[in-house]
């Protein structure tokens, strides 16, 4: 009944009966699935020249289309079919069958049929994709098997380099069929001039006379994943491209699952950026603004280094206060999926003459993510989440908060992602060392509109409730505007009048301005999301700390078996 088996462990104890029942289960489902649709995908030979480890993805769209026209969530006609795979060479064939809710991690799930087998009769277009996995030991000793993306945007689906078959006409009959694909291609890498760092180029742009481009090599997280990692800013301003094996960005911060990406871009890029273009090196002259994740990273990029920036200007954030986790109260909820009352958590939605029309629930989310990623992997919204908030499982993945499959929420596991509750943060450090409720004051500008198409305005409405309890109405500005969904500059305004409004922060709060930004507000002692304290506290070391092997103990002449202490949603099994 859970997501995935961290554990991977087989206890082999004795006194433990152990039902025959689910090994009868097995064997009538593999006599279900050979009655059933099966997919057969080889690999061609010369196509691959190593063994290699991904997840195998089989879309089937509707006659005529493209399987890659639509995958989204909410409006795509195709079912999707996933499985993690090990050891490919070229001439392998495997096939794909069955599936199930209870082997994610180990078999087939499908969205938004999971079973194979069950996929309606009908003609297809039908294409299959790997995503190549590559096996890294990082340097707290957890060893991962994820995919770098390379300047492509990381899609779920057919990212560079992954293997892919020609699409084909096929026709699903209904009863006992095999289906046939071959990969025979790879999707082509974008061009290299020879002065990528790594393996990658994100793009090598021109120069102009005032935009210029910039690539470094970062030494932080080159350490942490034991191969070459570099960060690229677009601009001169705060976009940055820092693409991770997770999500076509890092969210701008320290964390377990992704590493120190927060090092990367404060501590070696922003200092390069400075001594490269000449840039006033001081908080007062460096404004963070975003919209959606940018909202949060920007964000969280003040509240953590208040020391190194001057304010934000952040709309319609993801989560910042998890007391509503977009429409989840997590703290409060045993399902992440169904309400008290029965009904399904939206997690996208629309208006139609100002009456909410709901477009994808959590659970449909969530599913649909599933089928492109197992251990948070699928390079989609809910999963990154569970990267950077949450800190690494046994199994060396992020500790998800939640059953991926049935919703049930894992309270120990969100007990882990308050560092990251924004307003959480701020309010445990209000006084104190880091003096937050001082520091950060009159400096956090938020925007967001009623109508958010992710209900992302309740989060931003508890961050306010909750600051506010401690600093007053006027502690925070946020701007809350009627009707408006997501998307848009800050307050809707033109991007010029936008631009004035921050070029003026900046003249105000400079030394000769209205109102300086004094320096025991913009003080070292401030700062949070320290590396050393993210990865001692989530990394490999934490996890295995927090887990207890079994044991057995002998009571009055009995054998009593002892579980032990394992992370919510470890599968344990038993013989």
């Given at each position: 009944m859970v997501n995935f088996s961290p554990s991977a462990r087989t206890l082999a104890l004795s006194a433990v009966l152990w039902s025959h029942l689910p090994f009868l289960e097995a064997r009538q489902l593999a006599e279900r699935n050979a009655a059933g649709l099966q997919v057969e995908v080889s690999v061609a030979e010369g196509l691959l020249n190593h063994s290699t480890d991904g997840r195998v993805d089989v879309l089937f769209a509707p006659a005529r289309v493209d399987p890659l026209d639509d995958i989204d969530v909410i409006s795509s006609p195709d079912y999707i079919y996933g499985e993690n795979l090990l050891g490919l060479v070229s001439g392998s064939k495997v096939t794909l069958?069955?599936?199930?809710?209870?082997?994610?991690?180990?078999?087939?799930?499908?969205?938004?049929?999971?079973?194979?087998?069950?996929?309606?009769?009908g003609n297809y277009s039908v294409q299959a994709f790997m995503n190549i996995y590559e096996t890294l030991t990082r340097s707290d000793g957890s060893v991962v098997s994820v995919r770098f993306p390379c300047g492509d945007g990381a899609p779920p689906i057919d990212g560079v380099g992954s293997l892919k078959s020609e699409v084909s006409t096929l026709e699903v009959l209904g009863g006992q069929q095999t289906l046939g694909l071959i990969f025979s291609d790879t999707e082509a890498y974008l061009d290299f001039n020879g002065t990528e760092i790594g393996s990658c180029s994100q793009g090598n742009y021109e120069d102009t006379e005032y935009l210029k481009y910039v690539k470094i090599r970062s030494n932080a997280l080159s350490d942490f994943w034991g191969r070459d990692i570099s960060r690229y800013p677009k601009i001169i301003l705060v976009t940055f491209r820092h693409e991770t094996p997770f999500y076509d960005d890092s969210y701008g911060v320290n964390t377990a699952n992704l590493g120190p990406y927060g090092e990367a871009i404060n501590e070696e890029l922003i200092p390069y950026l400075d001594k490269t273009f000449n840039t006033i090196a001081k908080p007062f002259a460096r404004v963070q603004e975003g919209g959606s994740t940018g909202g949060w990273i920007?964000?969280?990029?003040?509240?953590?280094?208040?020391?190194l920036f001057g304010v934000t200007f952040s709309s319609y954030p993801d989560s910042l206060d998890f007391h509503r986790h977009q429409d989840i109260p997590l703290y409060d909820s045993t399902n992440a999926y169904v309400r008290l009352n029965g009904s399904m958590i939206p997690s996208i939605r629309d208006f139609l003459n100002d009456t909410q029309v709901v477009l994808a629930t959590v659970a449909q989310e969530n599913h649909w993510e599933l089928s492109q990623g197992t251990s948070s992997r699928s390079f989609l919204q809910w999963d990154i989440w569970n990267a950077v908030f949450g800190v690494q499982g046994y199994n060396s993945y992020p500790l998800e908060p939640?059953?991926?499959?049935?919703?049930?929420?894992y309270p120990a596991a969100v007990d882990y992602w308050k560092s990251f509750d924004l307003s959480n943060y701020i309010a445990s450090n209000w006084d104190g060392p880091k003096d937050l409720g001082r520091v950060l004051e009159n400096r956090i500008f938020l925007y967001v509109g009623t109508h958010d198409d992710y209900f992302l305005n309740e989060g931003v409405l508890q961050f306010q409730q909750r600051v506010s309890a401690k600093g007053g109405a006027d502690w925070v500005n946020v701007t809350v505007l009627e009707g408006q969904p997501h998307g848009g500059n800050y307050q809707r305004l033109p991007t010029w009048e936008f631009l004035e409004l921050a070029l003026q922060w900046v003249k105000d709060h400079a030394p000769d301005g209205k109102t300086p930004l004094a320096a025991d507000v913009t003080r070292v002692e401030s700062r949070g999301n320290e590396w050393s304290e993210v990865i001692a506290r989530g990394g490999r070391a934490a996890a295995v700390a927090r887990q207890a092997s079994p044991v057995l103990r002998s009571r009055f002449g009995n054998t009593v078996a002892e579980v032990g202490r394992w992370d919510p949603g470890v599968v344990l099994e038993a013989e």
């Amino acid at each position: 009944m859970v997501n995935f088996s961290p554990s991977a462990r087989t206890l082999a104890l004795s006194a433990v009966l152990w039902s025959h029942l689910p090994f009868l289960e097995a064997r009538q489902l593999a006599e279900r699935n050979a009655a059933g649709l099966q997919v057969e995908v080889s690999v061609a030979e010369g196509l691959l020249n190593h063994s290699t480890d991904g997840r195998v993805d089989v879309l089937f769209a509707p006659a005529r289309v493209d399987p890659l026209d639509d995958i989204d969530v909410i409006s795509s006609p195709d079912y999707i079919y996933g499985e993690n795979l090990l050891g490919l060479v070229s001439g392998s064939k495997v096939t794909l069958s069955g599936g199930s809710n209870f082997t994610t991690r180990t078999g087939v799930y499908g969205w938004p049929v999971v079973e194979v087998q069950d996929l309606p009769a009908g003609n297809y277009s039908v294409q299959a994709f790997m995503n190549i996995y590559e096996t890294l030991t990082r340097s707290d000793g957890s060893v991962v098997s994820v995919r770098f993306p390379c300047g492509d945007g990381a899609p779920p689906i057919d990212g560079v380099g992954s293997l892919k078959s020609e699409v084909s006409t096929l026709e699903v009959l209904g009863g006992q069929q095999t289906l046939g694909l071959i990969f025979s291609d790879t999707e082509a890498y974008l061009d290299f001039n020879g002065t990528e760092i790594g393996s990658c180029s994100q793009g090598n742009y021109e120069d102009t006379e005032y935009l210029k481009y910039v690539k470094i090599r970062s030494n932080a997280l080159s350490d942490f994943w034991g191969r070459d990692i570099s960060r690229y800013p677009k601009i001169i301003l705060v976009t940055f491209r820092h693409e991770t094996p997770f999500y076509d960005d890092s969210y701008g911060v320290n964390t377990a699952n992704l590493g120190p990406y927060g090092e990367a871009i404060n501590e070696e890029l922003i200092p390069y950026l400075d001594k490269t273009f000449n840039t006033i090196a001081k908080p007062f002259a460096r404004v963070q603004e975003g919209g959606s994740t940018g909202g949060w990273i920007s964000a969280a990029s003040l509240i953590f280094r208040p020391d190194l920036f001057g304010v934000t200007f952040s709309s319609y954030p993801d989560s910042l206060d998890f007391h509503r986790h977009q429409d989840i109260p997590l703290y409060d909820s045993t399902n992440a999926y169904v309400r008290l009352n029965g009904s399904m958590i939206p997690s996208i939605r629309d208006f139609l003459n100002d009456t909410q029309v709901v477009l994808a629930t959590v659970a449909q989310e969530n599913h649909w993510e599933l089928s492109q990623g197992t251990s948070s992997r699928s390079f989609l919204q809910w999963d990154i989440w569970n990267a950077v908030f949450g800190v690494q499982g046994y199994n060396s993945y992020p500790l998800e908060p939640w059953n991926k499959v049935t919703g049930e929420i894992y309270p120990a596991a969100v007990d882990y992602w308050k560092s990251f509750d924004l307003s959480n943060y701020i309010a445990s450090n209000w006084d104190g060392p880091k003096d937050l409720g001082r520091v950060l004051e009159n400096r956090i500008f938020l925007y967001v509109g009623t109508h958010d198409d992710y209900f992302l305005n309740e989060g931003v409405l508890q961050f306010q409730q909750r600051v506010s309890a401690k600093g007053g109405a006027d502690w925070v500005n946020v701007t809350v505007l009627e009707g408006q969904p997501h998307g848009g500059n800050y307050q809707r305004l033109p991007t010029w009048e936008f631009l004035e409004l921050a070029l003026q922060w900046v003249k105000d709060h400079a030394p000769d301005g209205k109102t300086p930004l004094a320096a025991d507000v913009t003080r070292v002692e401030s700062r949070g999301n320290e590396w050393s304290e993210v990865i001692a506290r989530g990394g490999r070391a934490a996890a295995v700390a927090r887990q207890a092997s079994p044991v057995l103990r002998s009571r009055f002449g009995n054998t009593v078996a002892e579980v032990g202490r394992w992370d919510p949603g470890v599968v344990l099994e038993a013989e």
